[in-house]
């Protein structure tokens, strides 16, 4: 579950990008953030994955304050979620079998493991033939893939 409380974000010298937001998004639902550009929604979206702390209020995601998190809990807060970001974040010098088996990488589980659960989900999005591709040899769609597959490779 999502949860907001009252959450504000301001940057120096004077802009809100949120103002007392509040929000509550139950388990499993669909839910889509809409607004134009500077509306706030790129930074709530990092609110909620914890690479931005509010400034006010509390962003509760799946029990855990994003607020309150240090850096080793926000590290074990991302092993239950998967996150897209708007500019995917590939790693330019991994194929892109590395790129989605990167977060399994990260956790310590063993190569071919990853190897095996990232070629699983390529095959799934019919991207089996672009597996030892590198990131500037796909295009802005099958970027896009990967790193949905990414986001999805610990089935959060």
Do not use: W
């Amino acid at each position: 579950m999502i949860e907001l409380r009252k959450v504000s974000k301001s940057y120096p010298p004077d802009q809100q990008a949120l103002d007392h937001l509040s929000l509550s998004v139950v388990d499993g639902a669909f839910t889509c953030i809409a607004g134009a550009s500077g509306a706030g929604k790129s930074t709530l979206l990092k609110i909620l994955f914890g690479d931005e702390k509010p400034s006010s209020g509390d962003a509760l995601v799946a029990g855990r304050n994003m607020k309150a998190l240090g850096s080793n809990g926000r590290a074990l807060f991302r092993r239950d979620v998967g996150f897209v970001f708007q500019d995917y974040k590939l790693l330019q010098e991994r194929t892109v079998v590395e790129n989605i088996a990167f977060p399994l990488e990260v956790q310590g589980v063993r190569d071919v493991v990853r190897t095996k659960a990232a070629l699983e989900l390529l095959k799934m999005a019919h991207l089996e033939g672009r597996a030892g591709a590198f990131p500037r040899m796909l295009s802005g769609g099958e970027q896009q893939r990967v790193a949905v597959l990414r986001a999805l490779i610990h089935r959060p």
